[in-house]
């Protein structure tokens, strides 16, 4: 039987829109506590909470933009939201205060929230359903090759000393090319939903919080490690340039799109996630002994600390798919909006505990105690999913 077409101009253009998103968006992500700290002089304590009104704004966002995308039109939502997210940035080069500064954070992580339930829904409308693991990994993909590309491209232009000015207008100018590309997309009509007046499940897939708790808690060291790993790096002494850390994380990541998504689309969603779960769970110990390891042997270290890095990208990768299709499948097709924005819900709020608690344990300790609280949740996850949320899906799951 002849596969369902996957790849249209459509697709393309989402791809396009997701990449160039991404790319501004991770560019940022590891200059932005070296900015807080030059800048306004801000603590690790501070830096994490300004780090975290991100997160937090976004997650607050998360249950309501599934809503609207549900009951009304989706791209022109979608759009809105890009060209506020891009916007941004514009605002990042005129705040000269610590406080506007996170008023703009607040905005970003708003627009950011709507803007990447977006995508994921209106991806998954444009796609047939037998390629959808497939087509959420490809889609998966294109955040992790701005990931490969964004961190290293903005800690060498930090490290060569560009201005921040300069690392600002390469997001934004990234971001207005992807708003082009998302105008070109093409969706289909779906027909307004009616609802029950007032009902928890307009905003919160309630049947996939099992499975958002276990994502949670593996999104905690996830945080910490985005925002942090630099700086931990150069905490225990690694002179390498850690930039390569997130490219190989991100190579991690495209190795495993080779697999994971057809292995989901084969119904072995359970059996994947936790496959991830596994891995991550060693890696998160190894990272933490690397603080360790560095009076003992150097070298050694510097190696192993970037081949965790493309094994978490591995496990993280293989995962995210997987956990994407697990909430779409517990939901019917009037809630997909829904079951993303909780997908993505759940992933957000771990991120923010791991910039917070990361940034706090920091100052109280050091990072490399940050990540052993990181890695002991890790454990958790991994218990919590095998025992409770992975049968919770395969006795609930639509299709």
């Known amino acids: 039987m002849e596969k369902e077409r996957l790849i249209t101009p459509s697709y393309c253009c989402i791809l396009a829109a997701n990449f160039l998103l991404y790319f501004g968006f991770w560019l940022l992500t590891p200059v932005l506590p070296f900015y807080l700290s030059e800048i306004f002089e801000a603590s690790n304590t501070t830096i994490g909470i300004v780090l975290s009104c991100y997160t937090i704004s976004s997650l607050c966002i998360r249950p309501f933009s599934g809503y609207f995308l549900d009951t009304f039109a989706r791209k022109p939502l979608y759009l809105i939201a890009y060209f506020i997210f891009t916007l941004i940035f514009a605002g990042y080069m005129v705040a000269g205060l610590l406080t506007l500064f996170i008023i703009f954070r607040v905005i970003h992580g708003i627009s950011f929230g709507m803007v990447t339930v977006g995508g994921n829904t209106v991806v998954i409308d444009i796609m047939p359903s037998s390629r959808r693991g497939e087509g959420l990994g490809y889609y998966g993909l294109a955040n992790n090759l701005a990931m490969s590309i964004g961190p290293m491209f903005g800690l060498f232009l930090h490290s ?76 225990i002494g690694i002179t390498a340039e850690t930039g390569f850390f997130f490219t190989l994380m991100a190579v991690g990541m495209a190795i495993s799109r080779l697999f994971s998504g057809r292995l989901v689309d084969k119904g072995m969603i359970t059996q994947v996630i936790s496959a991830g779960l596994y891995l991550v769970c060693i890696c998160y110990f190894g990272l933490t002994a690397c603080g360790w390891l560095i009076n003992w042997n150097s070298s050694f270290t510097i190696i192993l600390f970037f081949l965790i890095s493309l094994l978490l990208g591995i496990g993280f990768g293989t995962m995210f798919p997987a956990y994407n299709t697990l909430f779409v499948n517990l939901a019917p097709n009037s809630q997909r909006g829904t079951a993303t924005s909780t997908y993505l819900t759940s992933w957000d709020v771990g991120l923010g505990i791991g910039m917070l608690s990361g940034g706090y344990i920091a100052e109280i300790a050091s990072f490399r105690a940050a990540y052993l609280f990181g890695a002991f949740l890790t454990v958790v996850s991994v218990i919590y999913f095998h025992f409770k949320a992975g049968p919770h899906f395969l006795k609930n799951k639509l299709r």
Not at 170 to 198: D, H, Q, W
Not at 217 to 231: D, E, K, Q, R
């Open 160 to 235: 060569g000393g560009a201005s921040y000015i300069t690392i600002f207008s390469y997001s934004l100018g990234s971001c207005i090319l992807g708003f082009l590309a998302a105008t070109m997309v093409k969706t289909p009509y779906n027909p307004p939903v009616k609802r029950e007046p007032i009902s928890l499940d307009r905003f919160i897939l309630l049947k996939g919080l099992p499975a958002g708790f276990s994502l949670l808690l593996l999104s905690i060291p996830y945080g910490m490690t985005t925002n942090y790993v630099a700086m931990y790096a150069k905490q």
